[in-house]
């Protein structure tokens, strides 16, 4: 004889229903973070291993990525991806773009500390429910503000005026 339990599983009458699916607490998760050897990478990084997680980091610098591999993480290394950043139909733009974000981290009025972000990217991991959008940084409220507010044209041509 057959009986069917919850969700359409059926087993025969007596047997113990399937085990649950195997989850791994949020307490401890296995984590790839890019850019790891240093910045906003390299804090996340950090700050996920002293939260106990398993942390593999990724970056083109395997070599300053010691100290991640002595707290106990995993260097991978991005063969190739040095021949081919930058290049391509976008590189203007990437490199306008690189140039704009370059000046916002030295300027202590536009920029917030690693450690910052990296803090954000933990309580994501961590998150049993993690939200869709988290804000974080020091004109993160600002610009969305101004998107909120500003038609789009208005709001790109403000981005626009940010890469020159």
């Known amino acids: 004889m057959v009986q069917c339990l919850e969700h359409s ?6 047997a113990p229903p399937p085990p649950a699916p195997t989850r791994i607490p ?25 939260r106990g997680h398993t942390v593999y980091g990724d970056a083109r610098r ?21 021949e081919t950043s930058g290049t391509g ?9 690189k140039r704009m ?13 690693p450690s910052v972000i990296a803090d954000v990217i933990v309580e994501a991991v ?8 988290y804000v974080a940084g020091a004109q993160a409220r600002t ?5 909120a507010l500003l038609p789009d044209r208005l709001f790109d041509a403000l981005i626009r005026s940010q890469m020159k």
């Open 9 to 14: 599983v059926c087993d025969p009458v007596g």
């Open 26 to 50: 949020h307490s401890h998760q296995v984590v790839l973070v890019t850019g790891a050897s240093s910045g906003i990478g390299l804090a996340t990084a950090e700050a996920l291993l002293a």
């Open 62 to 82: 395997v070599d300053k990525m010691a100290g991640l591999e002595a707290a106990g993480g995993h260097a991978i290394a991005l063969d190739g991806m040095m």
């Open 89 to 97: 139909p976008y590189a203007d733009f990437a490199a306008k773009t």
């Open 101 to 113: 974000f370059e000046g916002a981290y030295e300027d202590p009025k536009t920029s917030s500390p």
């Open 126 to 133: 961590e998150a049993e429910s993690p939200k869709t959008r």
């Open 143 to 147: 610009f969305l503000t101004a998107r």
